[in-house]
């Protein structure tokens, strides 16, 4: 193999599991670190200038970074990043200092933001620092998009959700709320020098089968009635409830439905259990709450007397591999079974929907009816509009949509400065900087720290039952959020080799707990895997591997379970090892950092 | 050295052995020598071959002087039998030791200072007396706990660390354990584990008194270009002549080994000892021409490593003494005082 190359800012920045895992590539153990040393405003303003949200995320996120935490490989369970996240929003300090300066003179561009959602939001936060006078167009009368009308208030407080957006409004957005967009040639004749959609995906999927029609009025759009709860328009929901899909936007309508005094609620979902789109948590969740979760049973049609909804017929299926190992589903020959309804809430996806957007505006759109974008810089078909968020590829979470967010305001910078939206994109970097402080010791806690997850306190379930504005989770206090912090491997903290400094002593071989090291004749990648200390068996994790050393050995490291805990470089005689800092670069317009 | 304990989690593919242990079982405290110590790879390699051989922990007695080396048995098999004795005196400690129980392993580690200086007449008699045990020696030609002075094993002419030479003989202690009845002697090098390991397994199996003299490079006071203890210097002039490896089963002993003459001495357990020939003209039963061979090589500036010498059928002290099978210290009073009857018999017996 050819001698790992660690200044491509990609290599080191994938050791960083969760990092590389999110989409906007936060920090993670950097945040991680400032909450064990207590410092939560800074922690904050990590995230905060990294995915935009980090009190909505610590509470939403689907949480990407956890599967791919490096603990979920040496033990089980990974660090609890998110309700770490939440721990820097709850106890952080007054942050004013630290937001960055909008200037009182406008740089002479206009810019137009179609939604107030996530995407359109961080876009907004993005330009105005630079002094571009932002315009922001939405239906609803207040901003926040699918966070304020999908998102319950049990998970998501108001006053949250409110503090964060109002952050961005009060940095001087002219908005224009309960403005509802019907005709993009007019927007565009508005004259302003770029648009941004982030729109979302507001229009939820319906279902056609027998008696769908007949029983409309007894049947709602999950997304649609969850919004309409949100505003206060649904109080209530009487009798029997089923809810259909396996999604997060299920788990909120059952959750819902339950608190609004649904005589009983059912979840049942088409698919089997473990491949059901809703987060484990969330799922977990539904069923503390005494609720439900039907599997395998795709519906077959609506029963209906004089316009009244009676139930369901489902049939009954079962997933059976293929001959390729693909779950395939199969009827398993038992009787149909009829379920009593008196209420269905449909929540089995969400579509983009722009019938708004005329097809003659130079905007092209496939045969999904999704834009036509360029997936590095968001720009559409036509150089003036750009799209974000769900309403750019599909149905995503928060979090995509702030990494999308990011993008599309430096597309939309280079293009008002008329550069060239690829060629001056700025450069993804790293920086590497040394941990060591003096003999033994490091500026990280290089101790690895065996402890478990720690469970997250919850509020009592007859209180937030009754209630649907208290809040289930009721996040980690400064104590459990420290002890969870110290579970972080610190995997930004790299061993890095230096070949020159090498006398083939052994002592990292020696010492390294999980056989990660090895001095071994060079080779082709899957060979060489199979003759390590131990076989490096997980390819999607990278082997260093540096220049050939004087007995023409070279060194290889399997970067999948090291634990970083330093030993290496503390057995180190010649300080060949050395334990750096990756930081990694991602450029971004208008961060307080620059 | 570091004060950071090694972490409890280990890889997921470690390999167990039949008594369900893996290598970290074996190991110890953690290492307070210098940081790249060779003495800490000799620990290493013992953790290794242990696990390998799949012995219990327990079944095993560490000795050792004074010395880093003599410190190393508390960073190996944390779960043993020990004793840390008088500068120069373990072999004493270990022949008591021995006698009273031969059903221990009995791994005595000493170093240049502790085996060649101060202790070398103790050395030599507890070879002289095929004391059933492996005796390792860490040679890295240096008192490095005393700030580097030369040892009794340094080269002439090898230079200190500030380049002034070495005035003196070195004591060669493996042509010495030859000569005078080690019954299993090797010469091996920290920095090559593989041979090592494969050593210290069939030294452990060995029935007799098996002697590896390791060079151990100290990284503080030893291992620059003036040494002819350092890792470059052995990495250079070592020449092995022959390997070995302990092999107890079939399965194991189709095992591909790398090209060479084999030759496979069967033990008293039916298990093999396995030796390759790297160097095909060197014969490892021949005791005179080994002690030869060596100081040839030795002339020429190269370190000859590998088994050098090794005796099948060799006698240990319990076979000399003509001991009962029973271990000394299973022995209880009715065996011990036979009784009014035997004495008499006894004293006809001379009468």
């Known amino acids: 193999?050819?001698?790992?190359?660690?200044?491509?800012?990609?290599?080191?920045?994938?050791?960083?599991?969760?990092?590389?895992?999110?989409?906007?590539?936060?920090?993670?153990?950097?945040?991680?670190?400032?909450?064990?040393?207590?410092?939560?405003?800074?922690?904050?303003?990590?995230?905060?200038?990294?995915?935009?949200?980090?009190?909505?995320?610590?509470?939403?996120?689907?949480?990407?970074?956890?599967?791919?935490?490096?603990?979920?490989?040496?033990?089980?369970?990974?660090?609890?990043?998110?309700?770490?996240?939440?721990?820097?929003?709850?106890?952080?300090g007054d942050i004013t200092d630290y937001l960055p300066p909008v200037p009182k003179k406008k740089n002479g561009f206009r810019v137009a933001l179609l939604g107030s959602g996530p995407a359109s939001l961080a876009v907004a936060r993005d330009l105005l620092p630079l002094g571009y006078e932002v315009h922001m167009f939405e239906k609803d009368p207040a901003g926040g998009g699918m966070m304020r009308t999908q998102i319950p208030a049990f998970r998501l407080p108001a006053d949250v959700l409110e503090e964060e957006v109002d952050l961005i409004l009060d940095m001087g957005v002219e908005c224009h709320f309960g403005h509802e967009i019907t005709s993009m040639k007019d927007m565009l004749d508005m004259g302003f020098d770029a648009y941004f959609v982030g729109t979302g995906a507001p229009r939820g999927r319906d279902l056609d089968i027998p008696g769908r029609a007949e029983s409309d009025a007894h049947i709602s759009i999950g997304i649609d009635w969850l919004s309409s709860v949100a505003f206060g328009h649904t109080t209530s929901i009487q009798g029997k409830v089923i809810v259909m899909g396996g999604g997060n936007t299920a788990m909120d309508c059952c959750r819902t439905s339950k608190r609004l005094g649904a005589e009983s609620v059912h979840v049942v979902v088409r698919s089997g259990f473990d491949v059901m789109k809703a987060s484990e948590w969330e799922k977990e969740e539904a069923m503390l709450e005494g609720i439900p979760i039907i599997n395998n049973r795709p519906p077959r049609e609506f029963v209906h007397e004089n316009g009244q909804l009676k139930g369901i017929w489902f049939t009954c299926i079962e997933q059976v591999p293929d001959e390729n190992g693909r779950l395939k589903s199969v009827p398993t020959g038992e009787s149909d079974v009829f379920m009593e309804a008196d209420h269905v809430l449909m929540a089995i996806g969400q579509e983009n929907h722009c019938p708004w957007i005329e097809r003659d505006l130079g905007i092209e759109f496939d045969k999904w009816d999704c834009p036509v974008l360029d997936e590095i810089t968001f720009q559409s078909t036509n150089p003036k509009v750009f799209f974000g968020g769900d309403s750019a590829f599909g149905p995503e979470n928060i979090i995509w949509a702030s990494a999308h967010a990011h993008q599309?305001?430096?597309?939309?910078?280079?293009m008002c400065q008329g550069k060239d939206l690829k060629k001056d994109r700025p450069p993804r970097g790293v920086n590497l900087i040394s941990q060591k402080m003096g003999v033994h010791e490091w500026s990280y806690d290089s101790e690895h720290d065996p402890a478990t997850r720690v469970l997250v306190p919850h509020s009592k379930l007859d209180k937030t039952l009754s209630n649907i504005k208290v809040e289930v989770e009721l996040g980690f206090d400064a104590r459990l959020g420290h002890f969870e912090a110290q579970r972080c491997l610190n995997c930004d903290v790299q061993t890095v080799f230096t070949e020159q400094l090498c006398i083939e002593c052994d002592a990292c071989v020696d010492i390294c707990p999980m056989d990660c090291i090895s001095f071994v004749d060079n080779g082709e990648e899957a060979e060489l895997r199979t003759r390590l200390m131990a076989p490096a068996e997980n390819h999607e994790q990278d082997l260093y591997v540096s220049e050939a050393l004087p007995t023409t050995r070279v060194m290889v490291k399997d970067e999948d379970l090291c634990l970083h805990c330093g030993l290496c470089a503390e057995r180190c005689p010649t300080n060949a090892w050395d334990m750096q800092k990756s930081i990694f670069h991602l450029p971004q317009l208008g961060s307080y950092a620059e | 050295m570091t004060f950071v304990t090694k972490p409890v989690a280990r890889h997921p593919s470690l390999k167990v052995n039949e008594l369900g242990l893996t290598r970290r079982d074996y190991e110890g405290s953690v290492s307070t020598l210098c940081a790249g110590c060779g003495h800490d790879s000799v620990s290493a390699a013992i953790v290794s071959a242990c696990a390998e051989l799949g012995?219990?922990?327990?079944?095993?007695?560490?000795?050792?002087?004074?010395?880093?080396?003599?410190?190393?048995?508390?960073?190996?098999?944390?779960?043993?039998?020990g004793f840390n004795s008088v500068h120069g005196r373990m072999p004493s400690v270990a022949t008591g030791a021995s006698?009273?129980?031969?059903?221990l392993y009995c791994l005595g580690i000493s170093g240049d200072g502790d085996s060649a200086s101060i202790g070398l007449g103790q050395f030599a008699h507890i070879v002289r007396r095929r004391i059933n045990m492996l005796y390792i020696v860490d040679n890295n030609g240096t008192y490095g706990l005393t700030k580097g002075q030369f040892s009794a094993t340094n080269d002439l002419g090898s230079t200190s660390k500030r380049g002034v030479p070495n005035l003196y003989e070195p004591i060669d202690i493996v042509s010495m354990a030859m000569q005078?009845?080690?019954?299993?002697?090797?010469?091996?090098?920290?920095?090559?584990?593989?041979?090592?390991?494969?050593?210290?397994?069939?030294?452990?199996?060995?029935?007799?008194?098996?002697?590896?003299?390791?060079?151990?490079?100290?990284?503080?006071?030893?291992?620059?270009?003036?040494?002819?203890?350092?890792?470059?210097?052995?990495?250079?002039?070592?020449?092995e002549v022959v390997s070995a490896d302990y092999v107890a089963s079939e399965a194991e002993m189709t095992i591909d080994y790398e090209a060479g003459q084999l030759?496979?001495?069967?033990m008293p357990d039916g298990a093999r000892l396995r030796l390759r020939k790297v160097h095909a003209d060197y014969d490892p039963h021949d005791r005179l021409r080994a002690i030869n061979y060596l100081g040839e090589r030795q002339r020429e500036g190269e370190v000859v490593t590998g088994l050098l010498y090794v005796e099948s059928e060799a006698k240990n002290t319990h076979d000399i003494l003509n001991l009962v099978d029973a271990p000394l210290n299973s022995l209880d009073e009715d065996d011990l005082c036979p009784g009014v009857g035997a004495l008499e018999s006894i004293n006809q017996s001379f009468r």
């Open chain 2, 99 to 103: 006698l009273a129980n031969k059903e």
């Open chain 2, 55 to 81: 012995l219990p922990p327990h079944k095993f007695l560490k000795i050792s002087g004074i010395g880093c080396s003599s410190k190393t048995p508390n960073y190996f098999l944390g779960h043993s039998h």
């Open chain 1, 1 to 92: 193999m050819k001698p790992t190359n660690i200044h491509n800012p990609d290599y080191f920045h994938k050791v960083v599991d969760c990092q590389w895992a999110c989409p906007a590539h936060t920090p993670v153990p950097e945040y991680i670190r400032l909450i064990a040393a207590e410092r939560y405003t800074e922690a904050y303003m990590l995230n905060w200038d990294s995915n935009v949200f980090p009190g909505i995320l610590g509470r939403t996120c689907d949480r990407p970074c956890e599967p791919a935490c490096r603990r979920v490989r040496t033990e089980e369970k990974p660090v609890a990043i998110c309700r770490l996240k939440r721990v820097a929003a709850d106890y952080k």
């Open chain 2, 263 to 266: 030759e496979d001495i069967t």
């Open chain 2, 180 to 239: 005078i009845g080690a019954t299993f002697v090797a010469r091996s090098f920290s920095g090559d584990k593989r041979q090592l390991v494969g050593l210290i397994k069939a030294g452990l199996m060995h029935r007799g008194f098996s002697f590896i003299d390791v060079i151990s490079p100290c990284v503080a006071f030893n291992n620059h270009g003036g040494s002819t203890k350092s890792f470059a210097h052995m990495r250079n002039m070592q020449r």
């Open chain 1, 408 to 414: 599309a305001a430096i597309s939309i910078h280079l």
